[in-house]
């Protein structure tokens, strides 16, 4: 019988003599002669020199001491699935310093600008609604085609709670906007606000 040529390595080893099988391996015990290496102290946290004009930021999961002069632009965008070739995803935008004065004008504001903005778009539906809190809203859905082969529909819903405007924007194809468009519509129905403190 042929033995394969990985297994002859061991054929041809000596076997072990018994009392070395026996015989515990030995580990290297520290020598006390072996030079201690130095353990390094932490540095203390850097404490800035100058007393910056500043003010609490709370981020999702962080905070840090924001410039008084500067102000929060935040983006946020929560994404969903991939599915019928798009990336779904809600984004919301604030404006705090809105060019008008209630919702209904805001809201007419944005849509004169995406529909400059967007070739070939088609304003679908717009109108009142109520969040689920019950708070007034206005929401609007356009067409429009990014590129010839892809239709895309996006769901608006604008809000203003105490001067402060919020605009919702998602993008849906023919298919998820009945398949998941009904679970993200509820989605931004939800939207709530903390109470000042």
């Known amino acids: 019988m042929d033995i394969p040529e990985y297994y002859k390595q061991f054929q041809n080893q000596p076997p072990k003599k018994e009392e070395e099988a026996k015989k515990p391996e030995l580990k290297e015990q520290p020598s006390s002669q072996k030079p201690q290496q130095k353990q ?22 962080f905070t840090l001491n924001q410039l008084e002069d500067w102000e929060d632009k935040t983006l946020y965008t929560l994404t969903g699935p991939v ?21 209904l004008d805001y809201a ?21 609604i ?13 067409s429009w085609y990014p590129t010839d082969e ?33 679970s993200v519509e509820r989605m931004m129905l939800s939207l709530n606000f903390l109470p000042k403190k």
Not at 92 to 103: G, R
Not at 132 to 139: F, Q
Not at 150 to 179: C, D, G, N, W
């Open 40 to 61: 390094e102290t932490p540095k203390p946290a850097q404490v800035p020199q100058v007393k910056d004009k500043t003010k609490p930021y709370q981020g999702n999961g």
């Open 83 to 103: 599915t019928d070739g798009i990336q779904h995803n809600v984004i919301i935008t604030i404006d705090k310093e809105p060019a008008a004065d209630n919702v």
């Open 108 to 128: 007419d504001l944005q849509i004169t600008s995406l529909e400059k903005e967007l070739k070939s778009c088609m304003l679908l539906k717009r109108g009142e």
């Open 130 to 142: 109520k969040l689920t809190s019950g708070t007034d809203a206005y929401e609007a859905v356009f």
């Open 150 to 182: 892809i239709r895309i529909y996006q769901h608006q819903i604008f809000v203003m709670v105490e001067k402060i405007a919020y605009k919702m924007t998602a993008s849906f194809t023919k298919k998820t906007r009945k398949t998941i468009g009904p």
